[in-house]
């Protein structure tokens, strides 16, 4: 596909190199995209290639390889704005290229936090990387029950902490590549993505009904035909289906354009995703 034509192309330019990554024998990579579980533990490599299958990140991996805009960047190494050119420096060229080997070989770099997490410790420890960290020092007795002390620690961290009601995990990260603080899963988006997969698919083969796609893909199994439906019941499923299908597209058309100028996971309207205008409806009584 073409660049989209409102926009700027910018001239290909040396892709200069990423970022400074870890040595690969390094233990001690953390990841703010990690179930929570395991967020505050230290990785590997091949240990966060594991943990980072099935999370956002490789979501976002995903939506850059179907993003038809990505794509044309990859092949014309043309950038219609900054931002994409920024992304394409990140996440470098992804076609005919797996998760795992763009793992080990860029992503994690471009996703560790350049700093691990601090911790409660029972020293006082000054942060050594020279950043400006509010920090509080706590003395905790311990002839006090630990229902009482963390009641009491709440409300200090309610009375001191900046962002104690609101606190953004994203924008305190210090990763090269950071997502953005919504709420959508690696679950929900990957449906929009396998439905704008097969959309594109059927779409080169001729039509692709969108009924037809969610049927497939069992969106939702309420709105399938079954055989004994009634001529109007199978057709207010197929209504329902085609709606729903509509609807995931729509997430994905716009969330592989984010993506390809590094904005993840984000599905608002984008500048260059063509908005689907709908047929008025018709009166339905006349006069």
């Known amino acids: 596909m073409e660049l989209p034509k409102s926009a700027t192309k910018l001239p290909a330019k040396p892709i200069s190199k990423r970022v400074s990554k870890p040595k690969a024998g390094q233990a001690q990579l953390f990841f703010k995209g ?82 691990p997490f601090n911790k409660v410790s029972l020293q006082n420890q000054t942060d050594s990387f020279g950043e400006d960290v509010k920090v509080l020092h706590l003395e905790i007795p311990l002839n006090v029950s630990p229902k009482t002390l963390r009641a009491q620690f709440d ?61 497939e893909l069992r969106i939702n199994p309420k709105f399938i035909v079954a055989h004994s439906d009634l001529n109007t019941i199978a057709a207010e499923k197929r209504i329902k289906m085609a709606t729903a299908v509509s609807e995931y597209l729509e997430k994905a058309r716009n969330l592989v354009a984010h993506a390809a100028e590094g904005r993840f996971p984000c599905t608002d309207n984008h500048q260059w995703v063509e908005r689907q205008r709908r047929a008025p409806r018709k009166p339905r009584y006349s006069d």
């Open 155 to 215: 409300n200090l961290l309610e009375l001191h902490h900046p962002h104690y009601k609101d606190f953004d995990r994203w924008h305190a990260s210090t990763a090269t590549a950071r997502m953005e603080s919504r709420k959508l899963t690696s679950v929900s988006l990957n449906i929009c993505l396998d439905v704008y997969r097969l959309f594109i698919e059927k779409s080169k083969q001729g039509e692709a009904p969108l009924y037809e796609i969610g049927a």
């Open 34 to 115: 990690f179930p929570e579980d395991v967020r505050f533990k230290s990785h590997t490599i091949p240990g966060s290639l594991e943990r980072a299958k099935g999370t956002l990140y490789e979501t976002w991996f995903n939506a850059l390889q179907l993003s038809p805009y990505y794509q044309t960047i990859c092949e014309t190494k043309e950038f219609p704005s900054d931002e994409s050119k920024r992304a394409y420096e990140l996440f470098g060229d992804l076609r005919n290229v797996t998760f795992e080997t763009w793992w080990v070989e860029v992503g994690y770099g471009i996703f560790a936090e350049k700093k």
